[in-house]
T-cell receptor, first 115, second 113 residues
């Protein structure tokens, strides 16, 4: 069964360092998302991406964050200068999108620890 | 704006007990509604969905009915198992006019043998 894959599963970084989280969405999906979850609690929307551009973003997604789909398969989230409060589990999700149902397929997540 | 409110946990039940997790929503238009489940150490998986009023979503013995008059989408299961222990998230997707699926705070369920 097709699945969303994310790498790395866990990354530890120093405050101020750049981090790139990678995702391979399901191949025929058209909509891509990043969410984050702090301490196993609330799942927070960061950004949605469609047709090679950001379609919506939250107030969390400030200038320190960026996304891109460089090669038509990978979908990356970059945090330019990490802060302690960026420590969280980051989930990538994709949606088929031929007719929008809102049904998301999630990856297993990338745990980011900022020291 | 859109929002989802679900009952706080944790909920602790004995095996074979009846489960209800309440979820209410606020939305403009006609959103789709979902329940996602997160098992320990894993990502979120879709459990069930309903895309219009009075639809009943069901899967693995769980069910929820889209009630527009009460803006609710309560999750129920007649007889829970230890393997149902997880965190359950109610979610709303606007489908039209937006891309942001909103999640409730999650309800942790513990099922004791």
């Amino acid at each position: 069964e097709p699945e969303v894959t994310q790498t790395p599963s866990h990354q530890v970084t120093q405050m101020g360092q750049e981090v790139i989280l990678r995702c391979v969405p399901i191949s025929n999906h058209l909509y891509f998302y990043w969410y984050r979850q702090i301490l196993g609690q609330k799942v927070e929307f960061l950004v949605s991406f469609y047709n090679n551009e950001i379609s919506e973003k939250s107030e969390i997604f400030d200038d320190q964050f960026s996304v891109e789909r460089p090669d038509g398969s990978n979908f990356t989230l970059k945090i330019r200068s990490t802060k302690l409060e960026d420590s969280a589990m980051y989930f990538c999700a994709s949606e088929l999108g031929d007719t929008r149902t809102g049904e998301l397929f999630f990856g297993e997540g990338s745990r980011l620890t900022v020291l | 704006g859109n929002s989802v409110t679900q009952m706080e946990g944790p909920v602790t039940l004995s095996e074979e007990a009846f489960l209800t997790i309440n979820c209410t929503y606020t939305a403009t238009g006609y959103p789709s509604l979902f329940w996602y489940v997160q098992y320990p150490g894993e990502g979120l998986q879709l459990l069930l969905k309903a895309t219009k009023a009075d639809d009943k979503g069901s899967n693995k013995g769980f069910e929820a009915t889209y009630r527009k008059e009460t803006t609710s989408f309560h999750l129920e299961k007649g007889s829970v198992q230890v393997s149902d222990s997880a965190v359950y998230f109610c979610a709303l997707s606007p489908v039209t006019g937006g891309f942001k699926t909103i999640f409730g705070a999650g309800t942790r369920l513990f099922v004791k043998a």
